[in-house]
């Protein structure tokens, strides 16, 4: 048995296909870590979500920006463009959003030495608290009505954690760090502004550090395993690897 992670797939249907391929796939042997943002970009949402959801026993997914963006898409929270608009019109378009509600923030496994999710853990996070928080926005999302709890997940993030702070605040703070997170500063304040990769010798943006090189960053005990950045692209540096390339 093999265990394949993989990236970001933003709907690119095809390029998964020839990938599956590529590595002999194989649905009743091995299992897939997907981590995230399986839609939106490409133009075969539909048939990215068709396929994971028929091999859903053999995968172990992360949310991310764009599934939640979908997600919020089918609640009438935003406007579904182009290429999210085939989901939500589709007839099992219930069936397929269930079960995204239902997959989790973060994976992990002390075999492999592993944890993903999507955009990473917040430098503020360790180990148990990152399983505590994921756990607890999980339980949000999975509500019979997550409605109300993700309209609020829209409005202006907050960028720090604070154990004080609102229910509402903790939660938009959770939720983004662990799907739209890059950089952040040496306290760990998180900046949802710059996109670009950091160069190796010397920070290109003064005083941002890239979330996994934080100064002041916890202990995750586990490697972590994300996607989100694709201008940073592949980036393995013995305790965090990144997977999003950029296939679109």
Partial sequence: MAVWAIGDIQGCYDSLMKLLKKIEFDKDRDTLWIAGDLVNRGDKSLEVLNYLYSIRDSIKVVLGNHDISLIASFY????????????????????????????????????????????????????????????????????????????????????????????????????????????????????????????????EYKGLYPWFDCPSRRSTTLRVVFGHWSTLGYWYDGNVLCLDTGCL
């Avoid at 269930?98 to 503020?124: K, T, Y």
């Fill in 76 to 203: 009438g929270i935003k406007k579904p463009n182009a290429t999210i608009r085939p989901i939500i019109e589709a007839p099992n378009a219930k069936e397929l959003i269930d079960w995204l509600r239902f997959q989790p923030f973060l994976v992990w496994s002390f075999e492999l030495d592993f944890m993903m999710a999507h955009a990473g853990i917040s430098p503020q996070f360790d180990f148990g608290m990152a399983v505590r928080y994921s756990s607890r926005i999980e339980k949000k999302l999975q509500a019979n009505n997550p409605k109300p709890w993700l309209i609020d997940m829209f409005k202006p993030s907050s960028d720090i954690f604070d154990a004080n702070a609102s229910s509402i605040e903790i939660d938009k703070y959770i939720l983004s760090a662990f799907t739209r997170m890059r950089f952040c500063k040496e306290n760990g304040r998180l900046d949802f502004y710059q996109k670009g990769k950091p160069k190796l010798s010397k920070l």
